[in-house]
């Protein structure tokens, strides 16, 4: 089992006007995670985590909650093959 891991997610729900991204950015700099996060044109989430494999787990369970003010409805995951790329998580736009 490898010791990093990669995830790009969709999350849905109230999650644009909540403060989601910064929280999102604070929980991945909490958990060691590298990558991005942005909001999409149809109202939903979309982030993309690297780090170990622990780490991004516990940020893909954050992201089930997300902040104090966010609905999470659903959070669509695809485990992807890590490549290392990112060296911050950053919001994007």
Same mark, same amino acid.
């Given at each position: 089992?490898?010791?990093?891991?990669?995830?790009?997610?969709?999350?849905? %729900?109230? =999650?644009?006007? *909540?403060?989601?991204? $910064?929280?999102?950015?604070?929980? +991945?700099?909490?958990?060691?995670?590298?990558?991005?996060?942005?909001?999409?044109?149809? %109202?939903? =989430?979309?982030? *993309?985590?690297?780090? $170990?494999?622990?780490?991004?787990? +516990?940020?893909?369970?954050?992201?089930?909650?997300?902040?104090?003010?966010?609905?999470?409805?659903? =959070?669509?995951?695809?485990?992807?093959?890590?490549?290392?790329?990112?060296?911050?998580?950053?919001?994007?736009?």
């Amino acid at each position: 089992m490898e010791a990093n891991a990669r995830a790009h997610v969709i999350i849905h %729900g109230r =999650v644009q006007g *909540v403060c989601f991204r $910064l929280e999102t950015r604070k929980a +991945a700099h909490q958990y060691g995670v590298v990558g991005w996060v942005r909001n999409l044109p149809d %109202g939903n =989430v979309e982030a *993309v985590m690297e780090g $170990l494999r622990e780490a991004v787990e +516990a940020l893909l369970n954050w992201c089930g909650q997300g902040p104090r003010l966010a609905r999470v409805d659903k =959070v669509d995951i695809t485990q992807e093959s890590y490549i290392g790329e990112y060296e911050t998580f950053e919001v994007t736009y």
